[in-house]
């Protein structure tokens, strides 16, 4: 199943709501979250000249380019606040879901309680509160 929250994307003219796949294997040095480009489009976001390369599971190659501006993300959550964070989005032609990389979820202060079952939770609620992944949003 894995773990999904459901984020609040805001660039400098759009903002949307989506779900997003916390991926603890995608390990960066700064917040980073992979956009799909039809919601790239949504956002309004440029794509950059800066080109960056992944290796991914298998030992394979992934090229994504990295958008103009900073994109501010929460969580949404019916029962509380959470805090807005800028993450570097990376534009992955032929991806088609939100995922945050291991950074962002440590920004985010998400801790992964059960993959198998996609539990979830924030820092401050550990031993507290266990939340359930939201429904997976594919943008095409």
Aim: glycine share 4%; proline share 4%; charged share 25%.
């Amino acid at each position: 199943m894995g773990v999904r929250v459901r984020l609040r994307l805001r660039s400098t003219s759009k903002e949307v709501q989506t779900s997003a796949l916390v991926n603890s294997g995608y390990e960066t040095e700064e917040p980073e979250i992979i956009i799909p480009m039809a919601l790239a489009r949504v956002l309004e976001l440029s794509p950059s000249s800066t080109v960056s390369s992944y290796l991914v599971a298998g030992g394979s190659h992934l090229s994504a380019i990295r958008a103009n501006e900073m994109l501010k993300v929460s969580i949404m959550l019916e029962d509380r606040a959470t805090n807005e964070v800028d993450a570097v989005p990376i534009i992955v032609p032929g991806e088609n879901e939100v995922i945050i990389s291991d950074r962002l979820a440590h920004e985010l202060d998400i801790v992964i309680l059960d993959t198998f079952n996609g539990e979830w939770c924030l820092r401050d609620e550990l031993g507290r509160k266990v939340r359930q992944s939201t429904a997976p949003q594919y943008w095409q």
